[in-house]
């Protein structure tokens, strides 16, 4: 099967075509892994993630937009603004389908362009336009514009990828947004296409997918998707969506509120996907190829938070926005939802930086931070009020965070940068610089070790402990106890998760598969009949080390560790009062890195040369 990348010039607006070689696409799929690879050799070190030696890929996989399982999805990388170490970030939709029926396997963003463009792929035919007209816009507005400037409106036809007004403004917790509300959230990528001035890409086209055995590849989807179906997980996602995790995380004490000072929310049942399901719900929706279908279509139709029919909120974004902020109210979390996509924001990490600086506002009223910070942070929040539970001022904040006024151009920096620049660095809760996710690992301990070794920062992506600490799959443990079978199970889940994202497919999957599904779809789809399931673990492990070494040779970001908050401070509260991630760290971590062949968080010579990564030996030499 012939993988073709479509590179583009922004300065000179030119495009030309690049076929991956075949040996390349086996050591590293496609999606995540050819993105790190690329971004390896071609992001020079200590380039600025804003400037134009950064470059942005936006990949599929060898499967995507095929009849297999939840195949409709693509994978962004670049250096990222908020980390300063590789970024990654994988979105669903109709994206990923459309650019390979385009005509094209990915896009290569390089250079920056003189003024704000939009680019169309059609059939293959590729065309720069003018988008100085929707600079400033937000994501649904600059859909609906493009639509009617190609001439296809519908829907479920083509495909726009766009940033909103964060992203234009540089913000490092800016998403890249598709299909209006699915996003590429994490590691500010939005802000990497930003700095390139370009808007939108819109692609569409005929082209049919090429496999080499089409009928053993239906055969094998097929069975996989059966498996998927009938998964207990699987059928929980599509009646609750995501957030039917909010109750279930709040009984364990892992439900990280009032910025991840206690473990549990009084107000947890009112923003909970059954409480969404009985007040606000109006569908459910999937992505492309998608039978899970655990998106929400949600609608509060009057009062302060009216909002029009939309998709969301999902876990992620009601816990960061919600129990972090202790904002218990379901009609204001779908607003604030809405209002993110709109303006193109990771939500994690919005929400993650709203609560760094309600901590923050609370401290200056206690005289707890330095007396000038103190006065500078009062003086830059004008009217906002940012008290805990303040839903009004969050969605103040969202605005002044995405056009970057007043308090706005701090926040606009992330969490990290936030508290660092009001005196108080600990105030904010992240791994390399990333915002962390919804599970609080004094809690749920496996998660001590995913958080710390994630290569992109603070991540529940890398490795889903929760689902054998708490869902027991593929089997139950005990959260609280420290069991040296987790730090197996973490490494299996990173090269796992590293295959499925390099696919690409979606993570939903992971409860009900196993990497031997998806030998028989590589056998059909590429003509790899002597592939196995060794392998393809072992492509997992090489792309786990190859993003680790962009760590390594940017001299930063490869140090494992947890923020004090979670291994100093104990949960007050809730099964895991008294608990501090310091004694799981301390255990796993020695573990892990016997297990992957590292020392102090750099691959040794001998595992690179195992992995057939002699060509990265000078890094770490």
Known sequence: ????????????????????????????????????????????PGADPLG?????????????????????????????????????????????????????DGIVLEGISEEPVWISIIDGEVKFHDARNLWGKGVIYTEKVIRENVGITKEDLGSVLAIGPAGENLSKIAAIMNDKYRAAGRTGLGAVMGS??????????????????????????K?????????????????????????????????????????????????????LAEKYLKTNKGCWGCVIRCARVAEVKSGPYRTPVSEGPEYETIWANGGNTMIGNMEALIKINYLLNDLGFDTISFGNTAATLMELYEKAQKGELPEDKAKKLLSLLEDIEPTWGNADAVIQLIWRTAYRDGIGDYTAEGAARLAEAFGSPDSAVHVR?????????????????????SNRGGCHLRAYAVSFDVLGVPKKFDPLQVDMEKVKLVKFQQEHFAVIDSLVVCKFNTFADSPEDYVPLLQAAMGWEDLTT???????????????????????????????????????????????????????????YKLRGWEDGKPLPETLKRLGLEEFLYIVS
């Open 534 to 592: 060794e392998e393809l673990l072992t492509i997992g492990e090489r792309i786990y080390n190859v993003e680790r070494l962009f760590a390594v040779r940017e001299g930063h970001g490869y140090k494992d560790y947890l923020p004090k908050r979670l291994i100093e401070e104990p949960l007050p509260d809730g099964p895991a009062k008294g608990r501090t991630a310091k004694e799981a760290i301390e255990k796993y971590l020695p573990e892990y």
């Open 52 to 104: 134009p030696e950064n470059r942005l890929y936006i990949l599929t996989g060898p499967i995507t937009g095929t009849a297999a399982i939840e195949s409709g999805r693509y994978h962004a990388v670049a250096k990222s603004p908020l980390t300063g170490i590789l970024g990654d970030s994988n979105s669903g939709g109709q994206f990923g389908p459309w650019l390979r029926f385009a005509g094209y």
């Open 433 to 453: 610089g990333l915002e962390l996710p919804a599970y609080d690992p004094r809690a749920i301990n496996s998660m001590a070790l995913s958080y710390a070794t």
């Open 223 to 275: 069975k996989l998707m059966k498996k998927i179906q009938e998964h207990s997980i699987s059928q929980a996602l599509g009646k609750y969506g995501t957030a039917v995790l909010v109750n279930i995380i709040n009984e364990h004490g892992g439900f990280p509120t009032k910025n991840w000072t206690r473990g549990t929310f009084e107000k947890a049942y009112e923003i909970s996907g059954e409480y």
């Open 1 to 44: 099967m012939e993988f073709k990348l479509l590179r583009i010039d922004l300065w000179n607006q030119k495009v030309r075509e690049e076929k991956i070689d075949e040996k390349i696409l086996r050591k590293f799929l496609g999606g995540r892994g050819l993105g790190a690879y690329l971004a390896l050799r071609e992001i020079p």
């Open 196 to 221: 390139k001035r370009v808007k939108a890409i819109f692609a569409y086209g005929k082209r049919q997918i090429e496999l080499y055995d089409r009928q053993k590849f239906f055969e094998a989807a």
